[in-house]
């Protein structure tokens, strides 16, 4: 009974404590950023402003909702996510139902496994993938943002493996019964898989979502920039030539405020789906990980 | 051989049209999609080997040999960046093992899964944010009189430091900065770990009379090793990969002489510059490098833990 001893009393009250520093340290920066969003700009520019709001108001909100430069931004960005994972999470689905086959049953399984392993030791790098994309003329179009990283490789060997654990004696009913592959994996594999679909599912969200790089790469008119690259060039470039021309937007942009509510806004849906994505992850990552 | 003919392939064949048509069916996007953006790529390569000139085109440009290659270990600004690359990304992955494996050890002594859920919500948190937002608030907190600095100042009189303008201490927030968006997700691989020990060692260990800290030592920590050696082994097919996400976000020209990494360079040169030659040479180098740490961290995780990633 260690637990009942002075000494390890003594460091439960310490680990408690350090446990607690450092759930704080990860959750102030949002709440302090969250406190300027909605302080007045007099105090926020001359730095008063820490946990708690100075002079509570939400013009920075209604300034940045009135920014139609943001606005768009915002719907791409939505457009993308919403388009990019349902590329993806198609994709990786059909290709992991194939690849979770025995090589009895599918001859050429490890020629396709190898295929697409090769690709996660091996990469062309950032300017070949440039070329290619631009090559393509999908430079300035929502597809540069959403086909480059749609066979996301690991997902698809996650799921291949949560597949694989699926009792192939239903597989084998179905098939008697006259079914095709096809049936077989939208009326057997996909409802039982659901749980896993809906964690890669989420975290491809999430990734669309703050996805930045691609936007500074593969699209030239800032007017196309999904809200990670605008605010990027916005917030932390400060490029402000590539924004407006108008001087008056050039003021509401150089405020802590506005600048603040946009971080928060732009952080929003991730911290929304969060929670949901938390409850997942710890069963449907960590298991089909160990699995092997 | 005609006899062979009929009646080796055509069943096969047979075989194929019925059974399995339907799974090759499937895999045609994903095997098309990774031709043109994983394959093609690896085509446009061979610029490293040419004086390419967007205007010529990859088949009209001249060949240069290894030119680009000689080039970049003798530009003076080349050494400098692998330099920060290896050591920012070196003490990244030492202290990312560190840190999640110490902080794991401490969640599991707690017993109260309230404390525990929330603790873990907490500090998970920061990994699923962008470095846009992340470099955002971070480079504000950090400014000379952001509220880092005014802090130490009120508190502990120190006087403010340019935390993000000079170099060294740039490095240092880069490290401390990644363990503290990383940390969080870490942990979940050492708690699934810690879960799987064996209760029957504790068992034995108490009736030895071995306290709770002694315990730690000899049947906690032995028990993780193995998962230790393989976090560690992959994650150094990581040492030419110091974040280029976070830096990008958080550096400034105050701060390229020590902050400066080669993802960052090949973009300023190759993309911003228009070096497209130089840029990939240096990248063919990186991808080089990491497949050969990554096939050697791989034989030695297999040879000292067993890991097997098939």
Redesign the interface.
């Known amino acids: 009974m ?2 009942k ?1 002075r ?2 009393q003594l ?2 009250i310490l ?2 404590c ?3 520093i ?6 102030l ?2 709440i ?2 969250l406190a300027i969003s909605f302080s007045a700009s007099a105090p926020a520019n001359a ?1 008063l402003v ?1 946990l708690w709001p100075v002079d509570f108001n939400i013009e920075s909100y209604t300034k940045t909702l009135n920014n139609p430069n943001f606005l768009r931004a915002f719907f791409i960005s939505v457009g993308r996510t919403v388009l990019g994972t349902f590329m993806t999470m ?3 689905t ?2 992991a ?3 979770s ?1 025995d090589s009895s ?4 399984r490890n020629i ?2 190898w ?2 392993v090769f ?1 996660m ?12 994309v631009r090559n ?1 003329h999908l430079m300035d179009t929502i597809w540069a943002l959403v ?5 996301q490789v690991f997902n ?1 060997i996650l799921l291949m493996n949560f597949f694989k654990a699926t009792p192939k004696e239903l597989e084998e009913a179905a098939l008697i019964d006259g079914a ?3 049936t077989v ?1 939208f009326r057997v594999y996909l409802p039982l898989a659901m749980a896993s679909i809906a964690t890669l599912s989420l975290f491809s969200v ?1 990734g669309s ?5 691609d936007g500074l ?1 593969y699209i030239n008119n800032y007017r196309n920039y999904p809200l ?1 690259t605008f ?2 060039t916005v ?2 470039s400060q490029d402000f030539s590539k924004l407006t021309a108008n001087p008056r937007d050039l003021l509401n942009i150089s405020q ?1 405020t506005v ?1 603040a509510a946009q ?1 928060f806004i ?2 929003l849906p ?2 929304l789906i ?2 949901f ?2 409850r997942f ?2 069963k449907g ?2 298991l089909g ?2 699995k ?1 | 051989m005609n006899v062979k003919g009929t009646l080796v392939s055509r069943p096969w064949l047979k075989g194929f049209l019925k059974r399995t048509w339907p799974l090759h069916v499937m895999l045609i996007p994903a095997v098309v999609l990774q031709f043109i953006f994983g394959y093609l790529p690896l085509g446009g390569l061979v610029i490293a080997f040419k004086d390419f000139k967007p205007y010529d085109g990859i088949w009209g440009s001249k060949w240069v040999g290894l030119e680009h290659f000689r080039f970049m270990f003798e530009y003076p600004d080349s050494k400098k960046v692998i330099v920060n690359t290896v050591l920012i990304a070196g003490l990244k992955i030492i202290l990312n093992v560190i840190v999640p494996f110490t902080f794991a050890l401490l969640l599991n002594e707690v017993r109260r899964n309230s404390v525990k859920r929330t603790v873990q919500t907490l500090v998970y948190l920061p990994y699923f944010i962008s470095w846009v937002f992340l470099g955002g608030i971070l480079t504000d907190m950090l400014s000379a009189d952001g509220m880092i600095n005014s802090v130490l100042q009120n508190w502990f009189g120190i006087e403010p430091i340019l935390f993000l303008a000079s170099g060294n201490w740039f490095r240092f927030i880069v490290v401390v900065t990644d363990v503290w968006q990383q940390f969080g997700y870490g942990t979940i691989v050492y708690l699934a770990a810690l879960a799987g020990v064996n209760p029957s060692l504790y068992e034995a260990a108490e009736v030895d009379g071995a306290n709770r800290w002694r315990q730690t030592l000899s049947v906690t920590i032995p028990s993780l090793v193995p998962i230790i050696i393989v976090v560690a082994t992959l994650a150094i097919g990581n040492i030419l990969n110091a974040g280029f996400d976070q830096i990008f976000n958080m550096y400034n020209p105050l701060v390229y002489d020590k902050g400066d990494i080669i993802d960052t360079f090949v973009y300023r040169t190759g993309i911003l510059n228009g070096q497209y030659s130089f840029a990939t040479a240096v990248g063919v180098f990186k991808s080089l490098v990491g497949f050969l740490l990554i096939v050697v961290g791989y034989r030695v995780a297999y040879k000292l833990a067993d890991y097997k990633i098939f």
């Open positions: 260690y637990y001893t000494g390890y460091f439960t680990n408690y350090i446990l607690v450092a759930g704080l340290l990860c959750i920066p949002i302090h950023i730095h820490g198609s994709v990786i059909l290709a139902y194939s690849l086959k049953v599918l001859k050429s396709y496994a295929y697409f690709t030791l091996f990469t062309g790098g950032m300017i070949p993938l440039y070329m290619v393509l086909l480059p990283g749609a066979v698809m095709g592959h096809f994996l999430v979502w703050n996805a930045w790089f790469l990670a605010l990027q917030i932390v802590r600048k971080i732009g952080m991730v911290l969060y929670p994505l938390q992850f710890v990552i960590v990980a160990i092997e």
